[in-house]
């Protein structure tokens, strides 16, 4: 891909209309006269990505401040193909973001601040791995683990809870035989009683009965209720499809997809519709069981009211009986429940190991891709560059989620967080905290018991959750061969750091490379050895636009384009263009860039051949 040329409407650099070649273009001139103002604006045209936060920021102001409310287009070659793209300050986003491979575009701040950063160290290696950022089926994955992740925990809290209800459980089993025996020593006064006692225990199960009967359908309409209620805010809060736009031209391109989408809608509400009859029909049989249940217990109070009549003290034990027995039926039905839950949770739970092993393994695969970059940059740089992966090294992201989990804990949450992410990977600790594995935490983070509860009770919440999706990123360490030892970027000079990173960048030989002043720090002996011959050894076979005072770029680097932008207060324009020879670029070279007629004669020396003399 290459950009054949820019074309700018409005703003500073209104009129500016230049074709580019696919080989080095050069934009020179003094300062203030736009060189920089047109690479940002191709950076904003094609939504090229700066390397830290805030250039971008920086970047996209500047871009819009030259713009105003003009236009900036590009045309483009890409495989055979040629595409023309425009864009304004009103649109949110680039016409090609997402399509075509963006240049990679370097102001000098970026330059020098690379090497500082993490994060942009790690994106400069992934600039040359296909596929290096995460993807849009990594983030599918990542939110189908975090749905799994999110039901097991509101699973794991209802058996928390199903657990500390059916606790008392064994209790009352003991109780009731206590009373049942304490009921037997009581001698049957009379014939009636015992009828009264024997219909009243005939009468017992089917009350049980009735009780579970009643809990089971009333949970069930709950859970329906609850439900049918999101479901009906999910769909009032659907995504729409926007009218057509008259501007767009032509007919309606979604009209397809909008008779599927309103067909979609309507089965959605249909089958929203049955499900409330299906919740309705549970609240009828919730009054249904209710009546039942109070009509058993009015037959057995009537039957408890006439034995009270005969023998009150036999008739309070009865009752007693009558109560503990329902409360372990519906305990009973609780423990079933509470296994059909556990059964989910070892469900979900299987799943998500395997959506976690298929993270696990495409992360592996990047940084073996990443390492095979950093062998080939140490293949072609070393001695005097190194580059090497460090994996999963890069764990701020990961120590701040622990410590946002362990907030609020009453733990001494910031050198714990530390500890945690020093011995488990965030999925291990995930895990650990959701079986609640204390000994295995209390022993590995060197913590008592109580302390280990209470990590455990904090990371169990939503940003525990986090653990299962987050990313513990390799690091980049790149060196500088300074006499006999390797200094890493964080202990090199600004000139040093350029000097490390710039070669790295020019690495790079199919995609496109648009560099702002990339001589700034840099002595001009590295800029004629090194960074000359590796712009020049990209010309064969991608794009590269430098703007630059230094006339040993254009001029030793046999540029095959050079514009001269000048300005006059108010605007910037081409002053002059054409080919490194041509007689108007040559006087420009040697007039406003100092050094301009030196680097014509050492040019001829440089490529140890005999050149036409330009000042002839």
């Known amino acids: ?11 500073i650099l209104d009129g500016f209309k230049q074709a580019l070649t696919p080989k080095l273009n050069i934009l020179i001139g003094g300062r203030g006269t736009g060189k920089s ?12 990505a700066s390397y830290t936060t805030g250039s971008q920021k920086e970047a996209t102001e500047h871009a819009l401040g030259v713009l105003g409310d003009g236009r900036v287009t590009l045309t483009i070659h890409d495989d055979g193909e040629r595409f023309e793209i425009s864009r304004t300050a009103q649109d949110i986003e680039a016409d090609v973001a997402g399509v075509l491979a963006a240049p990679f575009i370097f102001a ?36 189908r683990i975090r749905s799994v992740t999110a039901e097991i925990r509101a699973l794991l809290a209802e058996i928390d809870d199903i657990s500390d209800r059916a606790a008392g459980l064994d209790r009352l089993k003991v109780q009731l035989d206590d009373v049942t025996r304490e009921r037997a020593t009581q001698s049957v006064v009379h014939q009636e009683i015992n009828q009264l006692r024997q219909a009243l225990e005939d009468l017992r199960p089917t009350i049980s009965a009735a009780h579970v009967r009643y ?7 709950e859970r329906f209720r609850s439900w049918e209620s999101a479901l009906e805010d999910l769909l009032e809060r659907r995504p729409r499809l926007e009218a057509w736009p008259s501007q767009a031209g032509g007919g309606d391109e979604l009209a397809d997809v909008r008779r599927r989408e309103k067909t979609s809608i309507d089965w959605i509400a249909r089958g929203l519709e049955e499900f409330r009859s299906i919740t309705n029909e549970l609240g009828n049989r919730v009054g249904i069981a209710s009546s039942y249940r109070a009509g058993m217990e009015n037959r057995a109070r009537d039957i408890r009211q006439k034995m009270e009549e005969r023998q009150q ?7 007693r009986v009558s109560d503990i027995s329902q409360q372990i039926s519906v305990l009973t039905s609780l423990a079933d429940l509470r296994q059909e839950r556990l059964s989910r949770v070892e469900e979900l739970t299987r799943q998500r190991a395997t959506l976690l092993a298929q993270v696990e393994k495409k992360r592996q695969q990047k940084t073996d891709s990443r390492q095979a970059v950093a062998a080939r940059l140490n293949k072609d740089l070393g001695p005097a560059i190194r580059v090497s992966i460090k994996p999963y090294a890069q764990r701020r992201a990961y ?40 000994t295995t935490i209390s022993k590995s983070l060197e913590i008592g018991a109580e302390r280990a509860i209470r990590f455990c009770d904090a990371l169990r919440g939503d940003a525990g959750g986090e653990l299962f999706t987050t990313v513990v990123e390799d690091d980049v360490q790149i060196e500088l061969l300074d ?9 090199l000079s600004m000139g040093q750091r350029c000097t490390t990173i710039l070669p790295i960048i020019l690495r790079h030989r199919e995609r496109v490379i648009i560099l702002d002043q990339p001589e700034d720090h840099l002595d001009n002996a590295f800029i004629v050895g090194t960074l000359v011959r590796s712009i020049a050894a990209r010309s064969n076979s991608a794009q590269t636009i430098v703007a630059t005072h ?48 030196e680097a014509f004669a050492r040019r001829a020396e440089f490529y140890g051949e005999s050149l036409p003399n330009v000042f002839s």
């Not at 891909?1 to 703003?11: K, Q, V």
Request: hydrophobic share 40%.
């Open 550 to 597: 230094n006339p040993n770029i254009p001029v030793i680097g046999d540029a095959s384009k050079v514009i001269h932008l000048d300005s006059d207060g108010n605007r910037c324009f081409v002053k002059a263009e054409g080919a490194l020879t041509s007689p108007n670029i040559v006087e420009a070279i040697t007039t406003i860039m100092e050094g301009g007629r």
């Open 483 to 491: 006499g006999s030892d390797y200094k890493t970027t964080d202990f």
């Open 1 to 11: 891909m290459w950009i054949e040329s820019i074309r700018i409407e409005g703003g």
């Open 108 to 143: 000098q701040s970026e330059i020098e601040t690379i090497g500082l950063r993490a994060e942009s160290r790690l994106r400069l290696i992934d600039g040359f791995v296909p596929h290096g950022a995460r993807s849009d089926e990594d983030e599918s994955t990542f939110s």
């Open 215 to 221: 809990e089971t359908v009333a949970r069930a309409h």
């Open 37 to 48: 103002s047109v690479i940002e604006l191709i950076r904003f045209c094609m939504g090229a």
């Open 313 to 319: 003290g036999a008739s309070l034990l009865d009752k």
């Open 399 to 438: 120590v701040s989620v622990l410590t946002a989990g362990l907030r609020g804990s009453g733990l001494r949450y910031n050198e714990l967080a530390e500890r945690a992410a020093d011995t488990f990977s965030p999925a291990e600790l995930a895990l650990l905290v959701e079986r609640r594995e204390l």
